[in-house]
């Protein structure tokens, strides 16, 4: 199966139309018909259910689609990092993502650990919003990523666990409800004047709710600290607060798993060499 044929593939599942997928490809209709038409008789199978308003798939196209996804996703990735080893002058490096703002402590004691490695290349850490190190990971703008479970998506990928620890509430000191000792994530939610931030999407879009729209964690406690806002953080996120902030436990929220994450495919010495350091801290 070559890659112009999943190509192919994807732009008709997604658009649910032969006619939109041709223009999205800049190609003749009859040629992508054509084209899908000879990778069903290849596998044996129809991928899509014809109809006058466009196609659906089957369930053998819904298998190629995920599968297909991932296939064009690491050839990608392939081409991102090759490059970036050939703007290098072929030094090796490593690039790590991580959240702005999560995981401080244990990403500098890491990055510090690995530099007294012998073998320690350079580390490249870019920091970006929450929910996109999964994606960068997959398509190659990283090497290597922090992920916090559950909220971030790991399927397919390499993980060693670094930490697990409880959640609690960030919320402005001297506010009524800095004085509880605990709260549950229902009452944590649903502090009338405090409430939670919304994240974008990968697409930029933010999802419903009263919370001020938001990009990175600086950004959420400066308006705590104003009163505007409250934020369910990993208890390790204590260690960064400054003066202003209160911090109460949050009993039954689901605890955060902190995990170092990789290609399954990769074969780099270097990626290794930053996967053993994490899991001896």
């Known amino acids: ?48 259910v014809r109809g006058p308003r466009g196609v659906e798939l089957t369930t053998a196209g819904e298998t190629l689609l995920r599968e297909g996804r991932a296939a064009l996703a690491a050839v990608e990735a392939a081409e991102r990092r090759t490059r970036r080893t050939i703007e290098a002058g072929g030094r090796p490096a490593v690039v790590l993502t991580a959240k702005a703002g ?48 559950p909220f971030d998506d790991v399927s397919g990928f390499d993980v060693d666990t670094l930490a697990v620890e409880d959640q609690a509430l960030i919320l402005p000191a001297g506010h009524p409800a800095s004085r509880r000792t605990s ?18 999407h990968l697409d930029g879009t933010y999802p419903d709710g009263p919370g001020p729209e938001l990009r990175d964690l600086t950004q959420v406690l400066q308006l705590v ?24 436990p949050v009993s039954d929220a689901p605890r955060v798993t902190t995990v170092i994450a990789w290609p399954p495919h990769s074969t780099s010495t270097v990626v290794a060499g930053l996967v053993r350091t994490a899991s001896r801290l």
């Open 1 to 48: 199966m070559e890659t112009r044929e999943l190509r192919y593939f994807v732009a008709v599942a997604e658009e649910s139309h032969v006619g939109r997928a041709a223009q999205r490809l800049g190609m003749a209709q009859p040629p992508l018909s054509q084209a899908i038409a000879q990778l069903e008789r290849r596998l044996g199978a129809e991928l899509f």
């Open 102 to 149: 999560a995981s401080g402590e244990l990403m500098a004691k890491l990055l510090d650990a690995y530099a007294a490695e012998p073998d320690a290349v350079d580390v490249e850490v870019v920091l970006s919003p929450p929910g996109h190190q999964s994606a960068m990971l997959r398509d190659g703008r990283a090497d290597v990523a922090l992920l916090h479970l």
């Open 183 to 200: 709260m549950t994530l229902a009452e944590a939610t649903s502090i009338p004047d405090l409430p939670l931030p919304r994240w974008p």
């Open 225 to 248: 600290r104003l009163g505007r806002a409250a934020i369910v953080l990993p208890e390790s996120a204590q260690a960064d607060l400054r003066d202003g902030l209160a911090v109460v």
